[in-house]
């Protein structure tokens, strides 16, 4: 059977599985589920049956189901040994984990849809105020981000050498989000030269919002 993973063409988490499905070269469909209409398919009974945090991506083999993108990722890397997305050195790991973790867990979560849902129709926070949230802690997070990628001998083309990997599975749909508001990119040069490397494979490409059997358009006003 082939494996399903219910996805939303613009969700950043959603984004990193189907970049590492890609490069590991392994078969799936996916299952859309919107996160906008009708209150969220994602709030449906039938799906929380499946996953009852209510968020995409969920990732189904037929047996099981896994959720937590980063949880997939290493699921994906454990099962696959070929286009390895993990260094082979412990402390090189290490760094790689870490610093995907910057992106996944520190940047991404305060620019989620349902953050930014709630700062507008429980806190009463203008448009404006809500980009300007966003910008601000993409900012912080992609000024990090550069310092340490600019200054990491480890960097090649990639974040981790010349193979692509969990870091720039996690740095892609963080700048689709950047340069999706608008942010301007020229304080960040490492970071915009590694995303610039991915964005030229196939893995990167079929994975990103436009490809996807669900997406709705450039001027979509949903949020990542």
């Known amino acids: 059977m082939k494996t399903q993973l219910y996805s939303f063409w613009r969700s950043s988490a959603a984004f990193r599985v189907r970049i590492a ?14 996160l906008l209409k009708s209150g969220g398919e994602q709030s449906s009974l039938d799906y929380a049956k499946k996953n009852p945090n209510r968020l995409v991506p969920l990732y189904s083999n037929g047996t099981h189901t896994i959720h937590q993108s980063l949880a997939i990722i290493e699921y994906l890397e454990e099962i696959q040994a070929s286009s390895p997305l993990l260094p082979q050195a412990a402390i090189d790991r290490a760094w790689v984990r870490a610093v995907a973790m910057d992106i996944a867990i520190d940047i991404h979560p305060i620019n989620n849809l349902r953050v930014l849902r709630y700062l507008i129709k429980n806190l009463g926070v203008s448009a404006d105020a809500k980009e300007a949230w966003g910008q601000h802690w993409m900012s912080l997070g ?10 990491d001998s480890r960097v090649g083309r990639f974040a981790y050498g010349d193979q692509p990997g969990l870091i720039d599975i996690c740095l892609v749909p963080q700048i689709f989000n950047a340069l999706s508001a608008k942010m301007t990119m020229e304080a960040y040069p490492t970071v915009m030269k590694i995303f610039n490397e991915c964005m030229k494979l196939p893995a990167f490409i079929e994975a990103s919002w436009e490809k996807q059997i669900d997406a709705e358009g450039s001027n979509s006003s949903t949020a990542p």
Request: aromatic letters at 4%; charged letters at 20%.
């Open 21 to 34: 499905l890609n490069l590991k070269g392994l078969d799936y469909e996916v299952i859309p589920v919107h």
């Open 142 to 151: 992609l000024a990090s981000l550069e310092k340490q990628l600019g200054s």
